[in-house]
């Protein structure tokens, strides 16, 4: 049951999310980041797309007999394939639902679909007509819904919501929309359809200008009751609209928007920590809420108003959204037993199994390291556990390198349990671990992006690679972290190439339409 001024939370990290470039997540991390986005107190988690591919579905199917509380959404297009195999993945969901869509723009009708309105118009009637016959929980998306005809809408509106459709939504599918109209226009919708007061006005907005949030925020005001987010922003192009975003103005700006979620803040950063762990998308450093700067002052002025009174300079309190600033933590004699409360203070549920790998891992790491922080902790964690299946794995790796040799690198990898070995040269270090993994593979990737930094200060910092791969047209991220750089350049790079292998027998093939 919701009231008048509560805000459903309708997150698509795992389907909008899934779409930015090179963010393809395999089952296992699709259900251990909605497992932390049903703890973050989200309503309503849109697992997926499950006619897309069979990987989709099976993820969709395995979130929604995992998950306790949330609602599940799948999407599906208005084929009457698309919502069966929909209906299929979430039927066993706590509370499923199916989510249409269809485009209503002149633009979208005309050129994309080749349908004239009133074809569209019959068509979304008998999609949630379809959908309604398996649930009472069914949303219909008007795509390109900002640049539609306002009057047209509001007819579709009409007859999707006679039709059985609870959740109408509004989306601002290119992010052409400016605050001001797109609040008109919510208002505009909300007054002009019949029947709304029978079902929840929803929005969505992508970031082409910057501006989802600030459209999704004035669409709040005009009484949108449903907001469709993802972590970190991530989505479609320039992204969608970031949960953070809108949770903290909301928590922070209560006389400006008087709303409620059920979302526990203190939830936010470690999720947003773990959308970039597995999706390989970095949050840039000045991110609101989230970058590492958020809550960094450089200033002398700035540190020393904080010092006497932290609202001199801070609007919001780091532990409101899970982030401790203290985070010193571990060391060589922690035990298992403390580095378990901490990963559980983070936010991380592991399995027995699960912990023992990262605790291995650990005690490895604290022999090369005397401080382990929590950014070194993640990272082990997604060494540990976050890994897709792994095809090769690197057993030992020794490197010449200097100013009066010619780079050399010796590796031994296992490939599907048969140990293999070589060495060659290169240009640098990094150069010859990438010539010869790539030789021993047998993979002919390009390597489209590499990335290092340090994950925490000091010069016996880890270092964290993240690597871009592209091969036969398929993308994929690949992360490693170790105290020694060129270690971490080799496992970033085996990383990448398991997901490739991965993907190459799981191919996400994007649907027409979408
Ligand atoms: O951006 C969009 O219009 C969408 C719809 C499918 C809701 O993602
Ligand atoms: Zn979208």
Redesign the pocket.
């Known amino acids: 049951m919701t009231s008048d001024n509560q805000i459903i939370i309708f997150d ?1 990290t795992l389907r ?1 999310g899934e779409q930015s470039p090179g963010a393809s997540m395999n089952q296992a991390e699709k259900l251990r980041i909605a497992t932390q986005l049903e703890k973050l107190g989200v309503n309503v988690i849109e697992a997926g797309f499950p006619a897309a591919s069979t990987g989709d579905f099976e993820a969709v199917k395995a979130i929604s007999e995992t998950l306790k509380i949330s609602q599940i959404a799948a ?1 599906c297009r208005t084929s009457e394939s698309d919502i069966n195999r929909g209906w299929d993945a979430i039927k066993n969901a706590v509370n499923p639902r199916i ?1 249409t ?1 269809i485009a209503t723009s002149e633009l979208h009708m005309t050129y994309k679909l080749q349908m004239t309105p009133e074809q569209v118009l019959e068509q979304a009637i008998k999609s949630v007509k379809l959908a309604a016959s398996y649930t009472k929980n069914v949303e219909f ?1 008007a ?3 900002s640049r539609s005809d306002p009057d047209f809408l509001c007819k579709v509106f009409e007859a999707v919501i006679d039709a059985g459709a609870t959740t109408v ?1 509004l ?1 601002d ?1 290119v992010g052409y929309a400016i605050p001001e109209e797109y609040n008109e226009l919510v208002k505009y919708v909300m007054k002009n359809t019949p029947n709304m007061n029978k079902a929840i006005l929803s929005v ?1 907005c ?1 970031n082409d200008l910057g501006l989802a949030t600030s459209n999704t925020l004035a669409a709040i005001k005009a009484g949108a009751r449903q907001v ?1 987010v993802t972590i970190n922003g991530i989505g ?1 192009r320039a992204g969608n609209t970031s949960l953070e975003e809108v949770i903290m103005s909301m928590h922070t700006r209560p006389n400006c928007f008087p709303y409620t979620t059920t979302i526990n803040t203190t939830r936010i950063y470690p999720v947003s920590r773990l959308i970039s762990m597995i999706t390989g998308i970095l949050v840039q450093p000045n991110r609101a809420i989230v970058g590492a700067n958020a809550f960094a002052h450089e200033a002398g002025i700035h540190q020393d108003g904080i010092l006497k009174n932290p609202m001199t300079y801070e609007i919001m309190k780091p532990e409101t959204i899970g982030l401790n600033k203290n985070n010193l933590v571990l060391g060589k004699h922690s035990g298992r037993h403390a580095l378990n409360s901490h990963i559980q203070e983070m936010g991380y549920d592991l399995s027995k199994e699960e912990l023992d790998k990262v605790f291995e891992k650990f005690k490895h790491l604290a022999d090369k390291k005397k401080t382990i922080q929590d950014e070194d902790i993640e990272a082990l964690i997604n060494e540990g556990v976050l890994r897709s299946p792994e095809v090769f794995t690197l057993e030992y790796i020794h490197v010449l390198s200097g100013n009066t040799v010619f780079p050399t690198a010796s590796v031994q990898l296992n490939i599907n349990g048969r140990p293999v070995q070589g060495a060659i040269e290169g240009n640098g270090p990094i150069d010859a671990v990438y010539n010869i993994i790539s030789k021993l593979t047998g993979t002919k990737s390009e390597l489209l992006r590499f990335t290092i930094s340090a994950l925490t200060e000091g010069t016996d910092a880890q270092g964290e690679v993240t690597v871009r791969l592209q091969e036969d047209g398929i993308v994929a991220l690949g992360k490693g972290a170790d105290p020694d750089i060129i270690i971490a350049s080799a496992l970033a790079y085996i990383n990448g190439l398991n997901r490739l292998e991965y993907l190459k027998e799981h191919p996400v093939v994007r649907p027409k339409n ?1």
Do not use: A, Q, R
Request: no cysteine; net charge negative.
């Open positions: 698509t909008d999407l989510h869509f998306s795509e390109d819904g939504n989306p599918t969505h992508h469709e479609e979408l």
